[in-house]
């Protein structure tokens, strides 16, 4: 497609629910990120996948978030036993990588509501 | 690990009036710089970056970036500011390579006309 590509744009769901959500990147992108914005916060980094490199999972907050990229294009991002701290909104970039200088591009984001 | 700091958080400014936006990022070796924009309801998108080469950047809008390695600093710098540029704005490195590109807390701008 011409971006990113998210869904669902937004998802309200109860607490101690799972949820996923979906990503799929610009085409022939290598990079893929998941970042969570919440207010006040910032961006704050999930995870990162480059090609077929083990991912780098060094910013999910808990046990309870996972994700996969399948084929090297989509990739899911699953909160398991959803918190009300988990509400935020969450943006997947793509970029043509390895190379870090190469432009991120955004999604425009899934925004969870935990109720 | 690399980290960026963004040390204001909150900018109101009045139209016309010239801009400087912090941006201090630590990490020893060669970095990637890049300032993000997020204008109200729309997604994030690149403002401009630096990689190698002249340590001022020119980018979209009139904005520009000095990458002042002494100071491990990436001031982003606009002469003359517009309403239209009400907007936050993220400042990220990236140290290379297969590097994970890290972002600053962000800073939000607010132009008075």
């Known amino acids: 497609g011409a971006g990113v590509s998210q869904s669902p744009s937004n998802k309200v769901t109860e607490k101690g629910k799972d949820v996923e959500l979906r990503c799929d990147p610009i085409s022939g992108h290598t990079a893929l990120y998941w970042y969570r914005q919440s207010l006040g916060q910032g961006l704050e980094f999930l995870i990162y996948?480059?090609?077929?490199?083990?991912?780098?999972k060094s910013g999910l907050p808990s046990d309870r978030f996972s994700a996969e990229r399948t084929g090297g294009s989509v990739s899911t991002l699953t909160i398991q036993r959803t918190q009300q701290e988990d509400s935020a909104v969450y943006l997947c970039?793509?970029?043509?990588?390895?190379?870090?200088?190469?432009?991120?591009?955004f999604g425009e984001g899934s925004w969870l509501t935990v109720v | 690990a690399q980290s960026v700091s963004q040390h204001n958080h909150h900018v109101i400014l009045s139209e016309a009036a010239s801009l400087e936006l912090g941006c201090n990022y630590s990490y020893g070796g060669t970095v990637n710089l890049f300032w993000y924009v997020q204008y109200p309801g729309q997604h994030l998108q690149l403002l401009l970056k630096?990689?190698?080469?002249?340590?001022l950047v020119k980018g979209i809008k009139g904005f520009e970036a000095e990458f002042i390695k002494s100071k491990f600093s990436f001031n982003l710098r606009k002469p003359s500011v517009q309403w239209s540029d009400t907007a936050e704005y993220f400042c990220?490195?990236?140290?290379?390579?297969?590097?994970?590109?890290?972002f600053g807390t962000g800073t939000k701008l607010q132009v008075i006309p």
């Open positions: 996948f480059q090609g077929n490199s083990a991912p780098d």
């Open positions: 630096y990689f190698s080469g002249d340590p």
């Open positions: 970039a793509s970029s043509l990588g390895p190379q870090g200088a190469n432009t991120i591009y």
């Open positions: 990220a490195v990236n140290a290379g390579g297969y590097q994970k590109v890290t």
